[in-house]
Structures are given as C-alpha cells and as structure tokens.
C-alpha cells in the first residue's frame, strides 16, 4: 500500500464515522492531507467547543494519523540506511531485533557503541549518559532521555548493568529503583549487541545485531498496544538504531581519510 493509499483509508475511516464538523485535531489532519495530496486546498473546519464523543473521536483520529505518518516515516527510514528492525509484542513484552552489516572495522564499531558519554550527541532520545562504577569488564550506566509511544514523550531515567565482551558482545539489564528516584517509565529491561567480523566481505566488515525486550511500567491498553505500539516503538527503536549505525559510519569514513593522508 503506497503512502496515498494510506492516506485515502484513514480518511475514508474517519468520514464514515462521523460528520466533519465533530472530529478534531488529529483527524482533521489526515483530511487535510488527503485533501492536498488531491491538488485541493485543505479545508478550514471549527472545532466545537465540546460534542458527544468528542474524546473517542480524538483518539481514533489520532491513531489514524499514527497510522499514515508511521508507514510514511518507516518507508523514508528503510531507504536511509540498509538495516533490518523487528518488533513483537509478546504479552506486555516488546521484543525487538535490529541487523546490519557495516563496512567498518570490528574494534572501531565496539568502541562507538560503549561510547556512553557521547551517545548524545548522536542518538536520538538519549539526553544523557554518564558511567557511575567501572570494574573491569562490568560497569553501571545511567541513562536519561525520552521514549516517544505515538504522541506521548515518555521520560526515561533508568540505571544499567552492563557487561563488556570486547570486541564482540554488551549484555545490558535494568537495575531497580535507587531509593528516593523517581519511578522508571520501564518495569523491565535486558538488551545485547553481538558483533561478528565479516573477513570474507569486500571490503571486509562486521555484522551488528541488537536484540531487547522491555515492559512499560505502565502498559498501554491492549487494542492501542496491538494495533500501533508496536508501529511506535519499531519507529523509535529503527531510528535509534540507524543513528547508531550512521555514526559507526562517519567513523570509518573519518579514519579512513586520515589513514589516506599519513
């Protein structure tokens, strides 16, 4: 189904249920979409003051807009970067599975993905990251940032356990509250990256797979959950993993060129 396409069902959703002149924000969004991806000037509605079942059409206009837009966006996100984004809902559980191969140095991939401090500056959601104990191979990460569930910006604040296997593997889990903190956004959290050279790749590279599972704290409803949560949180998870994926690039591509001048 091409993104029109997406736009024509949505809208013909939305007419069906009800006369124009009694949905709101977000449906009146993808009229207004359909109506410009016709050639038309999208029309002026005003919105009453309140009307019967004006929250119920509030929410399947907006999951109707989450709808157009997440297809939309998922199609724009594939042909940026060549990466493969799974996401299930299992009970309460979202599972996830991202891949790619990279033509870039295994040590050089390791080095960008534990690099905590600066995750930042180059992942979408993260606000901060900071190390609070190294010991060897083991350390406790804090992390505070954002996750976006639809049209919801959930803060996250959470503290991790994390285990390096260099230059191949970080194991990652979810530790409890400390005393006094505020309440994380997540109930559970466990997550790992493998990475696996590539010798016989021209040029040579590596093969990076994430894999995760999380609960919400507070689940979404079951319908919502099914039926565009799992949209949400692909959208969030391919996005964070693209960024990864294109700093390990930029990487490479500034290593090379110094490589180039020495």
């Known amino acids: 189904m091409t993104s029109a396409d997406s736009v024509d069902a949505a809208a013909a959703a939305i007419s069906a249920a009800a006369p124009l002149s009694e949905w709101s924000g977000p449906a009146r969004a993808v009229l207004a979409l359909r109506s410009t991806q016709a050639g038309r000037r ?81 992942v979408p959601g993260v606000t901060r ?41 970080v194991l990652a889990r979810l530790l409890p509250d400390p005393v006094g903190a505020t309440e994380s956004t997540l109930r559970s959290f466990t997550a790992s990256y ?29 319908v919502l959950g099914r039926l565009f949560g799992v949209g949400a949180v692909r959208r969030a998870m391919r996005e964070q993993f693209e960024a990864m994926l294109r700093e390990i690039e930029r990487r490479q591509a500034a290593l090379t060129a110094r490589e180039l001048v020495d």
């Open 129 to 169: 990251a900071r190390v609070l104990q190294r010991s060897d191979t083991r350390l406790i990460i804090e992390q505070s940032g954002v996750f976006t569930v639809l049209f919801v910006e959930l803060p996250v604040q959470l503290q991790l356990a994390v285990e390096h296997r260099p230059y191949s593997m």
């Open 194 to 222: 493998r990475l696996r050279a590539l010798v016989r790749q021209q040029p040579p590279g590596v093969q990076l797979d994430y894999d995760a599972s999380f609960e919400l704290a507070q689940p979404l409803p079951p």
């Open 42 to 122: 999208a029309p002026k509605y005003a919105v009453p003051a309140s009307c019967r079942g004006c929250r119920r059409r509030f929410w399947c206009g907006a999951l109707c807009l989450a709808f157009v837009l997440g297809g939309n966006f998922d199609a724009a996100a594939q042909e940026a970067v060549a990466s493969r984004v799974d996401v299930v809902l299992n009970g309460e559980t979202y599972v996830i599975h991202a891949s790619a191969r990279l033509a870039a140095d295994q040590r050089l991939a390791w080095e960008t993905l534990t690099d905590y401090e600066r995750l930042r500056d180059f």
